[in-house]
């Protein structure tokens, strides 16, 4: 194979590879056989397809001739005038958010990309708490942004630090980025806390992107996730002594980039539909974006989607209580040594019992000798570097991320009975 004769993009040499494949690359040295098949809790994918009612107006709006065609940047009407309306369900029935706040995008990845583009450039600042979200910090080192980490303590359930996230705001910081219900950790964000982080970024002129992928994965006590989006009569009378009020002039399109996906909520990761909402005065940037790196999201999928979603609710909520059901059962088979430190959405964020030995090298030999296959914390921060061997990470970092949505519930009693073998398998010290 000859080599280039040209040079690579400096930015995107320095970004770090995507980290799932190393995962699986572990896996290809297990040996499965039918009673202990390969068990893979690595990746965030639904474990349920979608419901038959939206691949039937898939396949017609598929093979419609007049799907073909582009569709304006900001995606078709029909789907963000039924998303907005959908969202009234987890936020509340007197939101303002109209159609004109909402942009469709190819996937959620997307939206990220297209709001750092429009809002920051390279030598800015953007605050992310670790553990994070592996390709938010992959698009703002490709984009030549410098990544601010906001370390996050098991202590306190990985939620971030309002003063600490405080002292980091610079010159230079442009956005706070928060994510909840989170990944890789699963916290779930109280809303004061939401709403704590929301004043901060107005008092320092900063966007704050919001992150909310897994919102329809909350516990009816979640609830609205957050208040941002309600009138000033909705929020309750304004305490100023309290951290946790919003002001009588909040205005959430001053400060908010909210940021949503449909892959986890309607089943569809391969059909790249996700959403930006925010204010209508950044959309005409925001679009520069959009049509340098996807000029529309795919047609279908939003013609098929945007009468079908009051339809498709109950579906979603069949989803979350299964989700809930699986994360119960879960964390009731944990073998006792293994220890939650924060569990919601999607994930569940695990502790491992072996003394003095880092959480990539236990993912790694659960993957090649077990056949569970999980990511380990290193690959949600800093030391996700590809120029770290798995072998030096840091012995003190025991967390691991389990996803249980993409499992059913056999199988979550298969792992966590695997998780208990290895403890006499791997021969090393445990708590």
């Known amino acids: 194979m000859s080599g ?119 030598g800015d600042e953007v605050i992310l708490p670790v553990p994070w979200y592996f390709n938010h910090e992959m698009t703002l080192t490709m984009l030549g942004v410098k990544v601010v980490p906001l370390p996050t303590d098991p202590d306190n359930g990985f939620l971030p630090s309002l003063e600490q996230c405080a002292k980091l705001v610079t010159p230079k910081t442009k956005a706070i980025v928060l994510v909840t219900p989170n990944n890789p950790t699963g916290a779930i964000y109280p809303a004061s806390h939401i709403a704590m982080f929301a004043g901060l970024a107005r008092s320092r002129n900063l966007a704050l992107i919001l992150d909310e992928t897994y919102r329809d994965f909350l516990s009816t006590e979640s609830l609205p996730p957050h208040k941002l989006f309600a009138p000033p009569a909705s929020r309750g009378p304004f305490d100023p002594s309290s951290h946790h009020a919003l002001p009588t002039d909040w205005c959430w399109r001053e400060t908010i980039i909210h940021l949503f996906s449909f ?102 030999r659960l993957a090649e000798e077990m056949g569970v296959l999980c990511l380990p914390a290193g690959f949600f921060g800093p030391g996700q570097s590809e120029n770290v061997g798995p072998d030096e990470r840091d012995v003190e970092d025991r967390w691991i991320r389990f996803s249980v949505a993409n499992v059913s519930d056999d199988k979550v009693r298969h792992v966590c009975q695997r998780l208990g073998e290895s403890e006499m398998a791997f021969g090393w010290e445990t708590e």
Not at 74 to 101: F, K
Request: some cysteine; glycine content about 8%; aromatic content about 8%.
């Open 263 to 364: 892959s986890k909520s309607y089943c569809i990761p391969g059909h790249r539909l996700g959403l930006i909402c925010a204010s209508p005065d950044i959309m005409p940037s925001l679009n520069k974006a959009l049509d340098n790196v996807q000029i529309c999201a795919p047609r279908p999928p939003q013609i098929a989607l945007a009468p079908l979603l009051p339809a498709l609710r109950p579906f979603v909520q069949s989803n979350n209580e299964a989700l809930k059901h699986r994360h119960t059962l879960f964390k009731s088979l944990l073998p006792p040594k293994w220890h939650i430190g924060a569990q919601g959405g999607y994930y569940a964020f695990v502790k491992h019992p072996f003394i003095g030995i880092g959480a990539t090298k236990v993912a790694r």
């Open 4 to 122: 280039l004769r040209f040079r690579l993009s400096g930015a995107i040499e320095r970004t770090n590879r995507p980290p799932i494949p190393q995962a699986y690359s572990w896996a290809e040295h297990y040996k499965p056989t039918p009673t202990r098949p390969l068990l893979d809790m690595s990746q965030g994918v639904p474990g349920v397809p979608p419901p038959k009612i939206f691949l039937d107006a898939l396949g017609t709006a598929s093979s419609s001739p007049s799907s073909c065609g582009y569709v304006p940047n900001a995606g078709e009407l029909a789907l963000r005038q039924a998303i907005a309306e959908e969202m009234r369900i987890p936020y509340g029935e007197d939101i303002d958010v109209t159609a004109g706040d909402i942009a469709i995008t190819a996937g959620c990845n997307m939206a990220f990309v297209a709001t750092i583009m429009t809002i920051a450039e390279a």
